[in-house]
Every structure is written in C-alpha cells, then in structure tokens.
C-alpha cells in the first residue's frame, strides 16, 4: 500500500444509545480502490461518512491527506470537502433545476472562477463520461447512467484527492452498473484515483485493490 | 451566491415562482392602492379650500336677524374684529390671510347676496378674476360691481347698468360665472370690500344683531403650513371662541363619509393586514421551498458550500422574488390607481359655507363640488412598496437559510 492519504482510527459513531460503528480502524493509500462491504444495515454508510467528513465521529480520528478532521466545525469541514473530497451517492443526488454541465460544476459554485471558466471544466469532465451531447438536459431527461456519470464529473471537477462512492450502482440496472463501474476503474487505473466504494455486492467489489468487510459497526479486514 | 443557480430555480419552478410572486404582489398592490386612495380623499377633501387659495376658513355663526330688510348677516357669519383678525394673522404656521364680508341685502325690490372681496388677495374669493365672462374685473378703489352671470340673466342686469343695493349706488363692470369658480362663498354681487364694510357699518338690522365697525369682517380665510393646519385650526377656534366654525381638510373629509376618508387608521389597520398578508405568503412559499430542497441542500453542503453559501444563495433567491412581485404589484396598483382615477367625488359644501337665504330660489338646495378622485401613487409610496417588498425577502430568505444551513448533510444524504 502507498502511503496512507486517508486514516480513520478507532472510530466509533453512537446515535442516542445505539453504536453503528463500533472502534473501526481503515486505511487507505494514495491511488488505491478500496471497496467496504458488509451486510445492509452494519454500518458502511456511516463510516463512509465519517471517513469523508460528512458526519463526526463520536470518538477516534480521521486524517485525510495528512490534516486531522475529526475537530473541525461545520464550515471548515465544508470547505475541507470542497478542495478535498469527491462524492458518489447512489441515488445520484442532482440538482433538478440545474442542467448536466451545471450539476458537474456545482462545487465551484461559490468558489470565485468566471462561468466560462466553470463551463470549460464541467465539459471537459462530461466529454470524458461520453455526455458531451447532454450538457444543457436536465436530470430528469436522463437515463439513470447517464445521471451517474454526471454525478461522477461533479465529484471530479474540484480535482479531489479521494473520492467515496456510496453504493454507486445500487440504483442501476446491472449492465448500467457495469458501465459505472468501469469509469470508476477507469479513473483509479489511468488517473491514479484514491476511491473507497461502499458496495454490497461482492462481485462489484472483487473489482477493487482491496476489500474491507464490516459487520455490525466494527472492520472485520 | 450564483446568480445563474438564482436564476434557474426561480424560471424552472415556474409554478411555485408564480405563486410566490402573486401571493406576495397582491399584498404589495393593496398596500399601495389602500393608500393611494387614502391619500386621493384627503387631496380631493383639500379642493373646495384650495379654490379659494386657503386651507382653514373661519366664521362666527350668530343670531337670526330679527327682520329681513336692509344688510344683515347670515346668521352663520357675524362679525370677526378686526384685532382677532391681527392676532390670528401672528400665529405660528400662518403662511397668508384674506378676508370677506357676506352680506344679505334685502332691498324694497329685489334680495341680494353680496360678498365684499379684497380685489387682489390671493386668499380668498379673488380667483373671480380667472371666471369674468363678460366686461371686466374690479379695480382697486373704485366702488364698482361684479354680478354672478346667472343672476344678472334672471334680473336682466347688464355691464355698464348701475344697481343699487342698500341705497349706494354701482357701476356694474362685469359679470362673473361663479359656477365654474369655487362652492365656497358664492354671491350675487361682488364689491370691493371697503365698500360693503360701509354698506354693512351703516345697517341698523346688522348692528343690532352683531356690532360692526369698519375693518371688522364676517369671513376669513387661512393659509397655512401643510402640517400645521389641524393645530392652527384648534388654536383660531381657542382664540376666537368655541362656538367659531372653523373648517378645514379634515371637516370635508369627514362630510366625504368614505373608510378611507373618515379614517386613517382604516387605512393603516388594513395596510398592516396588507403587509401581513404579504410576508405570510412570502414565508410560507419560502418555508415550503426550503422543505421541499432539504436533501437538495445537504448535496449543496456535501459537496462544500458553507452554511453562508447556502444562506447567501437562499436569501438571493427570496430577494429576487419578492423584488419581483414588488415592481409586479406595483405595476397592479399603477393600474388600479388609473382606472380609480376615473371615479367621481362629490364633496357636500355645508349651507354654512355659503349661504343664500332659504327663501330665495335654490337658497336650500344641497351644493356640491364634484370631482374626479385625484389617485396617484407618490414616488415615495411606490419606493417604499417596493423597498418593503425587498426586505421582506431579505429578512424571510435570511431566517429560513440560516436555519436550514444547519442542517448536516450526513442527516439527509443518510437515507438513500
């Protein structure tokens, strides 16, 4: 393994009394693909999202490229996320008044870049996922793929260290999937990109560098 | 904030955008026409003064004269002296005077009404000027007589006739059309009033009534600061005596009997509904917007908008709409103000105001002024509108996107 650009230690994340994630510990180097997988339920998800900055963990640390997270507020964490972290969810997450160029530009929305500027990235991420002809629809006339995909050039337009894909293609029909899970293999073979999948489905998982089980809150291997 | 995003939820949820900005501009229209239309009564109850280039009229109402014959008073107008008439003229908010003397004239052949005018006063009855139909208007210092066109038709009375009233004798110079000239203070007869100050001094029947003595007037017109007029008007009737009849605006005003003319808190009780109504709408639109965008929002932040991006972008959106159904509404109340502006008022002039015998033809007949209702929308009105309309946005984008911008994106992307 290259040098670890994401560590999480002894995570652990209680919502009132009940502990989802119980003292986890995973980490992940540079360029590597690493799929979590576990039974629906034992707690992939919410490491996900600690491991992201999503959510804060109850107790442990998480260090993403050498800065700790785990004691950041809100904002910092947002504007860590921002020059940091690309996201995949499963239900594609698009804005539904934005067109595709849009929704793959939305980080850099508040960042101070001229429109043009923010067109040109966004494009040249959509030609890549093959939507160069989608650019101007809307969410809602595109297929579910074709949303992915978009969903995917958003999480690549701020150049992000480490991407996490959330059961990126729960929502697909299997060939659809397939096609997801090729870019994604894509990127991490010919781009280099860091990715933590979580998956259930341990055929998409055999894909991966390396497979982290969990069961019941804690990081079987 | 990214206008572009702005601009896109504002055109792409047309329906909710639509609903939102007619919500909100039907609340701003009605603020604006409510007081509009306040403000037209107001200005229309200001027209019968303002013809008369005044804005207080004062009269001292007094005995019946005991016989009609000769030069009495009115009983509605006795005699103001002529040291009231000084300390009147120093008190504060006083901008001009004019004075007049109403006389009715029972001579063996024929009763007159005849107001004694101060020829080149702009405050009073001098506006005649503007109405001679025929000859011409008085000079100063000389004892000559204009005589009211329709009288001078029924008494077959030319220019170049002399008349006599009350034993003096007058060259009549003109004819006057008093019917386009004000309601207020009308005659049969116009002389200087140097001339009926003697006709009046001279009366028997007037003396006995009410002590006159020449410079002493039975009718005097105020000119005064717009702001000041109610409290001058309470400090002349304190000066002058409580049974003094001192009209103002406001007396027509409450004669015009409309809600909006009777009383300003109408107006402002339901502006605030108007204003309420409007941030309600505002709110609940917003409130339902920002309800329906929560996962929408914990995307927004997921992929690294701070809470002030979100609050920023929600807050632009909010101003943006509701300066929309600002100009939307105003441009409604615009439309109102112009169809209103056709409607017609009619201001009753009390007998008080001028008064002609009851036992004369048309001496009890109801007079009225009549006029278009004068609804216009000041600048400052539609500037406010608007303004408010903007804040309103402001302060319900500002609340609804701090709150919201708290949300945590792990709580909403949670269930997938």
Redesign the interface.
């Known amino acids: 393994m290259n040098e670890a650009i994401l560590v999480g230690a002894d995570l652990t994340k209680t919502f009132d009394k009940l502990t989802v994630v119980r003292k986890a510990s995973l980490s992940v180097g540079e360029g590597e693909f690493v799929a979590l997988v576990g039974k629906s339920g034992c707690g992939k998800t919410t490491l996900l999202s600690l491991l992201s900055g999503l959510e804060r963990p109850t107790s442990g640390r998480v260090t993403i490229a050498g800065k700790e997270i785990s004691g950041a507020t809100e904002d910092e964490l947002a504007l860590f996320r921002r020059e940091n972290v690309g996201f995949v969810f499963q239900s594609f997450n698009l804005i539904p008044t934005l067109t595709a160029w849009e929704n793959a530009a939305l980080p850099l929305f508040p960042v101070q870049m001229t429109t043009e500027e923010r067109h040109r990235r966004a494009a040249e991420l959509l030609e890549k996922m093959e939507l160069g002809d989608r650019m101007e629809h809307l969410p809602a006339t595109l297929s579910g793929g074709e949303k992915q995909r978009v969903a995917i050039a958003r999480a690549l337009i701020n150049h992000p260290k480490i991407v996490f894909a959330d059961e990126p293609t729960g929502n697909l029909d299997t060939a659809t999937g397939d096609a997801i899970m090729a870019i994604l293999n894509r990127l991490h073979r010919e781009q280099g990109m860091t990715i933590l999948m979580v998956t259930h489905d341990t055929e998409m998982a055999k894909t991966a560098d390396r497979v982290v089980r969990m069961q019941d809150g804690e990081v079987l291997s | 904030m990214?206008l572009?995003?702005v601009y896109?939820?504002l055109t792409?949820?047309k329906r909710r955008t639509v609903i939102a900005v007619i919500g909100l501009s039907i609340g701003i229209a009605l603020l604006v026409i409510l007081n509009a239309l306040s403000l037209a009564y107001h200005e229309a109850a200001r027209a019968p003064l303002k013809e008369i280039g005044a804005d207080i009229t004062v009269q001292r109402p007094g005995n019946v004269p005991e016989e009609m014959a000769g030069a009495v008073f009115p009983c509605s107008a006795v005699t103001i002296k002529k040291d009231e008439i000084d300390r009147v003229g120093k008190l504060p908010g006083v901008r001009g005077m004019g004075t007049a003397l109403l006389l009715w004239v029972f001579d063996p052949n024929r009763a007159w009404t005849v107001l004694g005018i101060e020829q080149a006063n702009p405050v009073g009855p001098s506006l005649l000027k503007n109405f001679v139909a025929e000859g011409r208007y008085l000079e100063a210092g000389k004892p000559e007589a204009l005589v009211e066109a329709a009288f001078a038709r029924q008494f077959g009375i030319k220019t170049g006739d002399t008349i006599s009233v009350a034993g003096r004798s007058f060259p009549v110079v003109g004819l006057v059309d008093a019917s386009q000239a004000a309601k207020i203070a009308v005659a049969n007869l116009y002389l200087p009033l140097a001339e009926a100050q003697v006709i009046a001094a001279a009366s028997q029947p007037l003396q006995s009534v009410s002590p006159f003595a020449m410079g002493d007037v039975n009718l005097l017109f105020i000119r005064a600061d717009q702001d000041k007029i109610a409290d001058l008007a309470a400090t002349v009737k304190g000066l002058m005596g409580p049974k003094t009849a001192v009209a103002t605006p406001d007396s027509f005003l409450k004669l015009l009997g409309s809600f909006f003319a009777v009383s300003d808190k109408f107006t402002f009780i339901a502006s605030l509904i108007a204003i309420l109504i409007a941030v309600l709408i505002a709110f609940k639109t917003m409130a339902g917007n920002v309800a329906e965008r929560m996962?929408?929002i914990?995307?927004?932040?997921?992929?690294?908008?701070?809470?002030?991006?979100v609050t920023l972008q929600l807050l632009t959106e909010s101003v943006v709409q509701c300066l929309i159904a600002g100009i939307l509404g105003l441009a409604c109340a615009y439309a109102a103000a112009s169809a209103l502006g056709f409607m017609t008022v009619s201001i009753p002039i009390p007998w008080e105001m001028s008064p002609t015998p009851h036992f004369l033809p048309g001496g009890g007949a109801p007079v009225f002024k009549t006029l278009r209702l004068p609804v216009h929308i000041p600048w400052t009105l539609a500037f406010f509108a608007v303004l408010l309309s903007t804040v309103i946005g402001g302060l319900t984008g500002a609340l609804l996107g701090r709150r919201i911008s708290k949300i945590?994106?792990?709580e909403v992307?949670?269930h997938?």
């Open positions: 990214n572009r995003y896109q939820e792409r949820r996962r929408e914990g995307v927004l932040k997921a992929v690294g908008w701070t809470r002030r991006d945590k994106p792990s992307l949670r997938e």
